[in-house]
C-alpha cells in the first residue's frame, strides 16, 4: 500500500537506533520505488522544521538530516550536517560520499578509512575507499584494496564496479564493460556501473545505447552531474535541443556556476532559434491543420458518430492516437464502423494509431506535444507496467483491450473511456481509482 510506502520512509528517517539497518532498509526502499524520493524530501523537511523548535540540536539529529541531504544528492548541506554528527562511522561514510561527488578525492578516502575504523560497513567503506584512492591518482593502492576483498567476487556491484574502473582507467574497456555488466547483474540501479557503460558506449558510437545507460542513471538520485552533461551532448548530436537544455538545467540546479552547463544553455537556446527545415515547417503545418479536421465533417452512420462522440474523439488527429483495439472495445462498435473509419482516414492519408508509432510525424517535433519538465521519480511511476496494480481478471482484460501498458498510459483515459470496454463495469472503474489514489494518482478528468 502506497499509504505504508510513505510511513516506511519517514518511519525509518525517525528510527532509533538510526544504524546501517536503517540506511539499508531506506536505500532498499528508494531503490523499489523512485517515486520515494518525494516522501524523502518531505521526511528531512519535517525533522529540518523540529530541529528549528529545539535549542540544543543532538548530533543524531545532524546524521539523519546529513544522510538524507547526501541521499537526495545535496552534498553541501549534507557535508555541513554530517560534520556536526560527531565521531559516527555512518557519518564519515556519507561524508565520504559526498566529497567523492564533489570530486574531492583524497578527503574522501581519508573518511571512508576513518568510517571502516569506526566499524561501518567495512566492506562497503573499503571498497568506496578503494575507488576514491584511485581516483585520487593512486591505481596501485586501490588494487592493494581490491584484493584484499576478492571473496567478494560474485556478490558485491561495487566490487565489480571497482575491478571495472581500474581496467578502465588501463584502457581495457571491453573488460570494463564486462565488469560493470557483472555489478548491474548485481544491483540494477548502480548508478556509477550504469554510467561508465554509458560512457563506453559513447566512445565506441553506440549512441542509442549510451542515452538508454545515461537515462538510467539519472533516474535515481543522487546522480552525477557528469551523466545530465553527457546525455546533454548526445541529444545536441540528435538536434533534440529542448531535451538537451533540461539536461544541462538540472546541472545548474546543483551547481548554478558549472561553466559548461551555463555554455551549452545558451549554445541549445541559439540552436533551437537557428534550426529550420523549411520543407519540414510546410509538412508539420499540413499535417497539423490535418489533425484539427472534426470527424462531423464526415459523412458516418449514426452508430460511427454515436461511438466516437462517447470516446472523446472529436478530430482527425484524436483517432491517429486511438487504436483499432480501443475502438472495436466500444459498445455497438463493430467491423463495419471500423471499415468505414479507416476508409474516411486513408483518403486524408492517415490511419489509426499513427502517432503512437511515432514515425508520421516530423522527427523530434515537439510542438504537438511539448516536452514538459517532470521529475525523473515521477517519470519512473509513469513508466510502471500496469501489472503493478495487481488488478482483477476482468479489469486486466480491459486494459489488454485497450492497449495499456503502463501507468501513464492509463492516465490519458477517462473513466467513461474505460466503461465503454466490453464487460468493464463500474465495479472494475471503482477498483481502477481505488489502486490509482493509493499512488496519488486519477484517471484524465477525475
Known amino acids: 500500500m502506497p499509504e505504508m510506502m510513505t510511513t516506511d520512509v519517514r518511519a525509518i528517517m525517525d528510527r532509533t537506533p538510526f544504524d546501517v539497518a536503517a540506511v539499508a532498509d531506506l536505500r532498499e526502499l528508494l531503490n523499489r520505488d523512485p517515486s520515494r524520493y518525494r516522501t524523502l524530501r518531505e521526511a528531512v523537511a519535517n525533522i529540518r522544521d523540529r530541529e528549528k523548535k529545539e535549542k540544543d540540536i543532538k548530533p543524531e539529529t545532524?546524521?539523519?538530516?546529513?544522510?538524507?541531504?547526501?541521499?537526495?544528492?545535496?552534498?553541501?548541506?549534507?557535508?555541513?550536517?554530517?560534520?556536526?554528527?560527531?565521531?559516527?562511522?555512518?557519518?564519515?561514510?556519507?561524508?565520504?560520499?559526498?566529497?567523492?561527488?564533489?570530486?574531492?578525492?583524497?578527503?574522501?578516502?581519508?573518511?571512508?578509512?576513518?568510517?571502516?575504523?569506526?566499524?561501518?560497513?567495512?566492506?562497503?567503506?573499503?571498497?568506496?575507499?578503494?575507488?576514491?584512492?584511485?581516483?585520487?591518482?593512486?591505481?596501485?593502492?586501490?588494487?592493494?584494496?581490491?584484493?584484499?576483498?576478492?571473496?567478494?567476487?560474485?556478490?558485491?556491484?561495487?566490487?565489480?564496479?571497482?575491478?571495472?574502473?581500474?581496467?578502465?582507467?588501463?584502457?581495457?574497456?571491453?573488460?570494463?564493460?564486462?565488469?560493470?555488466?557483472?555489478?548491474?547483474?548485481?544491483?540494477?540501479?548502480?548508478?556509477?556501473?550504469?554510467?561508465?557503460?554509458?560512457?563506453?558506449?559513447?566512445?565506441?558510437?553506440?549512441?542509442?545505447?549510451?542515452?538508454?545507460?545515461?537515462?538510467?542513471?539519472?533516474?535515481?538520485?543522487?546522480?552525477?552531474?557528469?551523466?545530465?552533461?553527457?546525455?546533454?551532448?548526445?541529444?545536441?548530436?540528435?538536434?533534440?535541443?529542448?531535451?538537451?537544455?533540461?539536461?544541462?538545467?538540472?546541472?545548474?540546479?546543483?551547481?548554478?556556476?558549472?561553466?559548461?552547463?551555463?555554455?551549452?544553455?545558451?549554445?541549445?537556446?541559439?540552436?533551437?532559434?537557428?534550426?529550420?527545415?523549411?520543407?519540414?515547417?510546410?509538412?508539420?503545418?499540413?499535417?497539423?491543420?490535418?489533425?484539427?479536421?472534426?470527424?462531423?465533417?464526415?459523412?458516418?452512420?449514426?452508430?460511427?458518430?454515436?461511438?466516437?462522440?462517447?470516446?472523446?474523439?472529436?478530430?482527425?488527429?484524436?483517432?491517429?492516437?486511438?487504436?483499432?483495439?480501443?475502438?472495436l472495445s466500444s459498445k455497438n462498435f463493430g467491423e463495419t464502423s471500423l471499415a468505414e473509419i479507416k476508409e474516411m482516414m486513408q483518403a486524408k492519408g492517415l490511419r489509426l494509431g499513427m502517432a503512437l508509432e511515432g514515425g508520421d510525424r516530423a522527427p523530434h517535433d515537439h510542438r504537438i506535444e511539448p516536452i514538459q519538465e517532470v521529475p525523473p521519480e515521477i517519470q519512473a511511476l509513469l513508466a510502471k507496467p500496469i501489472g503493478d496494480l495487481n488488478l482483477s481478471v476482468r479489469a486486466r482484460k480491459c486494459m489488454s483491450k485497450l492497449n495499456i501498458q503502463t501507468l501513464g498510459d492509463l492516465l490519458k483515459h477517462t473513466g467513461d473511456e474505460l466503461l465503454e470496454c466490453k464487460n468493464f463495469g463500474i465495479t472494475s472503474l471503482n477498483e481502477v481509482r481505488e489502486k490509482l489514489t493509493q499512488l496519488n494518482l486519477k484517471l484524465k478528468n477525475d
Open 62 to 327: 545532524h546524521l539523519r538530516l546529513g544522510v538524507g541531504e547526501v541521499l537526495l544528492g545535496r552534498y553541501n548541506t549534507g557535508l555541513e550536517h554530517l560534520k556536526k554528527a560527531g565521531e559516527v562511522g555512518m557519518a564519515y561514510y556519507f561524508r565520504g560520499l559526498a566529497l567523492e561527488n564533489q570530486q574531492q578525492y583524497e578527503p574522501a578516502a581519508a573518511a571512508f578509512a576513518q568510517a571502516v575504523k569506526l566499524g561501518y560497513d567495512p566492506k562497503s567503506s573499503e571498497l568506496h575507499r578503494a575507488g576514491a584512492v584511485r581516483r585520487a591518482g593512486h591505481p596501485e593502492e586501490a588494487k592493494k584494496i581490491l584484493a584484499h576483498h576478492q571473496k567478494l567476487s560474485g556478490s558485491s556491484a561495487e566490487y565489480h564496479f571497482q575491478q571495472g574502473c581500474l581496467l578502465a582507467a588501463d584502457g581495457e574497456l571491453i573488460e570494463a564493460a564486462a565488469e560493470f555488466e557483472k555489478a548491474l547483474s548485481l544491483d540494477k540501479d548502480h548508478n556509477g556501473a550504469l554510467f561508465e557503460l554509458a560512457y563506453i558506449n559513447d566512445l565506441y558510437g553506440n549512441d542509442d545505447q549510451a542515452i538508454e545507460y545515461y537515462k538510467r542513471c539519472t533516474e535515481r538520485p543522487p546522480v552525477p552531474l557528469a551523466a545530465w552533461v553527457n546525455l546533454g551532448i548526445l541529444y545536441e548530436d540528435e538536434m533534440w535541443f529542448r531535451e538537451a537544455e533540461q539536461c544541462y538545467r538540472q546541472v545548474l540546479a546543483h551547481e548554478p556556476s558549472h561553466p559548461r552547463a551555463r555554455l551549452f544553455v545558451k549554445d541549445c537556446q541559439a540552436s533551437k532559434g537557428m534550426y529550420y527545415d523549411e520543407e519540414a515547417e510546410r509538412g508539420y503545418t499540413v499535417l497539423k491543420q490535418l489533425h484539427e479536421i472534426p470527424v462531423t465533417d464526415f459523412e458516418l452512420s449514426v452508430r460511427s458518430r454515436n461511438c466516437l462522440r462517447k470516446m472523446n474523439i472529436r478530430t482527425l488527429g484524436d483517432l491517429t492516437r486511438t487504436t483499432e483495439a480501443a475502438l
